[in-house]
T-cell receptor
Framework: TQLLEQSPQFLSIQEGENLTVYCNSSSVFSSLQWYRQEPGEGPVLLVTVVTGGEVKKLKRLTFQFGDARKDSSLHITAAQPGDTGLYLCAKTGNQFYFGTGTSLTVIP | DTGVSQDPRHKITKRGQNVTFRCDPISEHNRLYWYRQTLGQGPEFLTYFQNEAQLEKSRLLSDRFSAERPKGSFSTLEIQRTEQGDSAMYLC????????????FGSGTRLTVV
């Protein structure tokens, strides 16, 4: 098992606030993906990062891949209630290993 | 194409019974994966197929679990002699293959063993 640690595990914030969640591994990622999962549904792919130091933006979401490709962060600006969900990072390979997840609640 | 379909969405069964779940992947995807997810946790890998070949199985997949993809299209996951610890969401995903491609997940089958 290749352990992916995500932090924080739970996060509850007010609408309009900014937040960052983290994904860390002791080993190098060849590439990493972020997913968001809503209750009762499967995860949905948000982004793939491949190159160390890479930054990708998706509207109010900014994804960064660490220079050493062992960690990644997801920053959300001006969070909205629609951002509520479980955010998962996944280490890619023949099969993907998912992190423990960050459960985000945005309160209106 | 309507994405990845899983059936049933919910299953309640008594301990000791057998259950079977079905997954219909996106038609052009050659890879199909099964994951298990418990509440508040990330999905845990169970097994995956490339076309009809089952290429890898997790240690989580005990002898009571079996998966098939007979024609390289839909797949079934069977759990025999269910136990309360089998209660979880069972997720199916498909992809074009290769780690640069993301997974497309189904909505899952929620299994409750009573």
């Amino acid at each position: 098992t290749q352990l992916l640690e995500q932090s924080p595990q739970f996060l509850s914030i007010q609408e309009g606030e900014n937040l960052t969640v983290y994904c860390n591994s002791s080993s190098v990622f060849s590439s990493l993906q972020w997913y968001r999962q809503e209750p009762g549904e499967g995860p949905v792919l948000l982004v793939t990062v491949v190159t160390g130091g890479e930054v990708k933006k998706l509207k109010r979401l900014t994804f960064q891949f660490g220079d050493a490709r062992k960690d990644s962060s997801l920053h959300i600006t001006a969070a909205q209630p629609g951002d509520t969900g479980l955010y998962l990072c996944a280490k890619t390979g023949n099969q993907f290993y998912f992190g423990t997840g960050t459960s985000l609640t945005v309160i209106p | 194409d309507t994405g990845v379909s899983q059936d049933p969405r919910h299953k309640i069964t008594k301990r000791g019974q057998n259950v079977t779940f079905r997954c219909d992947p996106i038609s052009e995807h050659n890879r199909l994966y099964w994951y298990r997810q418990t509440l508040g946790q990330g999905p845990e890998f169970l097994t995956y197929f490339q076309n009809e070949a089952q290429l890898e199985k997790s240690r989580l997949l005990s002898d009571r679990f079996s998966a098939e993809r007979p024609k390289g299209s839909f797949s079934t996951l069977e759990i025999q002699r269910t136990e309360q610890g089998d209660s979880a969401m069972y997720l199916c995903a498909s992809s074009l293959g290769g780690q640069s491609y993301g997974y497309t997940f189904g909505s899952g089958t929620r299994l409750t063993v009573v």
